[in-house]
C-alpha cells in the first residue's frame, strides 16, 4: 500500500479488526519510510459493476455515491453513522447479489428509496425530491401520499400475518 503522504510504496500493517457489521476490515499502517500513520478500509467486491445513467453513458459503480447521498438525506437527523453504513452495505449487496454486471441508476435511486422509506420518512422526502427531481409543491404532497399508503399496506399486511 502506498503511502498517502510521501509516496513510498512500502507501508506496514500495525493493527487490523472487523468493522461495520463484519463486511470489512479497518487495518491501521505505518509507513516505513516516513513513519506516518493511516487507516485503510478493505471490503469484499464480488464483481465490477457498471452504472448506466439516464443518458446512457456508464461510469464505475461507486458505493460512497449512495453513502453520500443517504448522509446527505439524513442531514440532522439522529442516526448514527454504523446504522448508515449498514443500510449502504445492504443496499450494495442488493445490487452485487443480482449477478448484473450492469445496473441503471434508476435501480439504485429506487433501492436507496425503499430502504430510507423503512428507516426515515424525512430522509426519503428529501432523498426524492433530489433522485425525481420534484418542480412545485404539489410533487412533495404526492410523494407524502404515496409514503402514506406504503405505511398503510405494510399494517394490513402484518395484521394479516398476526391473525
Known amino acids: 500500500m502506498r503511502c498517502p503522504f510521501c509516496h513510498h510504496n512500502d507501508t506496514v500493517v500495525k493493527d487490523s479488526r472487523t468493522a461495520n457489521d463484519y463486511t470489512s476490515?479497518?487495518?491501521?499502517?505505518?509507513?516505513?519510510?516516513?513513519?506516518?500513520?493511516?487507516?485503510t478500509l478493505e471490503r469484499v467486491q464480488l464483481r465490477d459493476i457498471n452504472v448506466i445513467k439516464k443518458?446512457?453513458?456508464?461510469?464505475?459503480?461507486?458505493r460512497?455515491?449512495?453513502?453520500?447521498?443517504?448522509?446527505?438525506?439524513?442531514?440532522?437527523?439522529?442516526?448514527?453513522?454504523?446504522?448508515?453504513?449498514?443500510?449502504v452495505n445492504s443496499i450494495v449487496r442488493k445490487i452485487e447479489i443480482t449477478g448484473e454486471s450492469d445496473i441503471s441508476s434508476q435501480t439504485i435511486g429506487?433501492?436507496?428509496?425503499?430502504?430510507?422509506?423503512?428507516?426515515?420518512p424525512v430522509a426519503y422526502i428529501r432523498f426524492a425530491s433530489i433522485y425525481q427531481e420534484f418542480v412545485s409543491a404539489?410533487?412533495?404532497?404526492?410523494?407524502?401520499?404515496?409514503l402514506d399508503e406504503n405505511e398503510k399496506t405494510e399494517e394490513l399486511n402484518q395484521l394479516k400475518v398476526a391473525s
Open 25 to 39: 476490515i479497518r487495518r491501521r499502517r505505518s509507513c516505513t519510510e516516513c513513519g506516518s500513520r493511516f487507516t
Open 55 to 62: 443518458d446512457g453513458s456508464t461510469e464505475p459503480f461507486d
Open 64 to 87: 460512497d455515491k449512495i453513502a453520500r447521498s443517504v448522509t446527505s438525506a439524513m442531514h440532522k437527523h439522529s442516526l448514527d453513522m454504523d446504522k448508515i453504513e449498514r443500510l
Open 138 to 146: 404539489q410533487d412533495f404532497v404526492d410523494c407524502l401520499s404515496r
Open 110 to 120: 429506487e433501492r436507496v428509496m425503499r430502504s430510507l422509506a423503512e428507516l426515515d
